[in-house]
């Protein structure tokens, strides 16, 4: 007859055998993980855009038709790091990553798992290209070039008078993010084709970005350019103060800065940004590796502009710029 003992282990056995074999299996419930560098009400919205675009095409934890693991490094480097590395820690099947800074740290960390990016510049601008110009095998989503720049750049000697006979504008640029630098290059040769004079000051950390904005706007700015880079976003309301006070209007290349504040833009609106990188995602759910999907441009902007910052620097906008509401 079995001893206690031996009853206990062979039951234990019998319990524990079966556990060790529940580890994730090609039928189970995909993971999704979406990792924001930062958290920031415009960049935000890239997140709400996905997910919806994956609600729309059946796949939504209501549904039980995915499991979202979410995850935002609050501006912290070695957060952002630490969460990729968990992403991959739990096998998920594919990683969504907003906005590049994120994309950049999970290419950095994996070459197998699917990288879905948004509010993005292009695999080139990010330089994570290969040595023959190749983007990473398992890098997917939405990118943008700066052609889109000179549209929204242009557009500020048509509708700001300079107080002086030339006129000024104010950039801020990180020098530690590649399209920051690259926009900033862009924007200095565009200004000198227009007859513009940029007073461009680098900014590598938010806490910065107060006593630089302040000392630009004393430069005698006739206007100010916030460029698309991790930074501004993360103090545009820092920016947004000075400039106000010292009644310079903002211009930009990205909507949701104008739902903040900003006169005018000509660029991406970053929902659809988001919805257009869960939509790509939401095929590659369906149908695997052999989707056939590599990353594509932005496919929608627009001119936008917000009537009470226009009001507030008596500027008129072409017909061709839609007003927030």
């Not at 074999?21 to 890239?46: I, K, L, M, N, Y």
């Not at 000024?168 to 227009?194: C, I, K, M, T, W």
Request: hydrophobic share 45%; net charge negative.
């Amino acid at each position: 007859m079995m001893d206690a003992s031996r009853r206990w282990l062979l039951l234990s056995l019998m319990l524990v055998l079966p556990l060790a074999g529940c580890g994730r299996q090609p039928s189970d419930v995909p993971v999704v993980g979406f990792v924001d560098a930062f958290e920031d009400d415009t960049v935000g919205q890239a997140r709400v855009g996905f997910l919806q675009a994956l609600r729309d095409e059946g796949f939504s934890e209501e549904a039980g038709s995915i499991r979202l693991v979410y995850r935002n490094a609050q501006g912290d480097i070695p957060t952002l790091t630490q969460i990729v590395r968990y992403m991959i820690s739990q096998k998920v099947d594919l990683l969504a990553t907003s906005p590049s800074l994120s994309t950049i740290t999970a290419l950095q960390n994996t070459r197998k798992i699917p990288v879905f990016m948004m509010v993005a510049p292009t695999p080139e601008l990010m330089q994570v290209n290969d040595a023959e110009g190749r983007p990473p095998a398992n890098l997917f989503g939405v990118g943008e070039d700066l052609e889109y720049i000179d549209t929204s750049f242009a557009i500020i000697p048509e509708l700001v008078r300079p107080a002086g006979e030339v006129l000024r504008v104010g950039l801020l640029y990180n020098q530690s993010e590649p399209q920051s630098v690259f926009a900033h290059d862009r924007l200095a040769a565009l200004a000198e084709q227009l007859g513009v004079v940029l007073v461009a000051r680098p900014v590598n950390v938010t806490a910065e970005v107060n006593m630089v904005a302040r000392a630009l706007v004393n430069a005698d700015i006739d206007a100010f350019f916030a460029n698309p880079d991790n930074t501004v976003f993360g103090a545009f309301e820092t920016i947004l103060k000075a400039c106000d006070e010292a009644g310079v209007p903002i211009f930009t290349s990205e909507a949701g800065l104008v739902e903040r504040g900003a006169v005018a833009a000509y660029g991406a609106d970053i929902y659809r940004w988001g919805y257009q990188a869960g939509e790509q995602a939401a095929h590659f759910l369906a149908s695997g590796p052999d989707a056939g999907v590599e990353w594509e441009m932005v496919r929608e902007r627009g001119r936008i502009y917000n009537p009470a910052a226009a009001r507030r620097f008596g500027i008129t906008l072409p017909d061709d710029f839609k007003a927030i509401h």
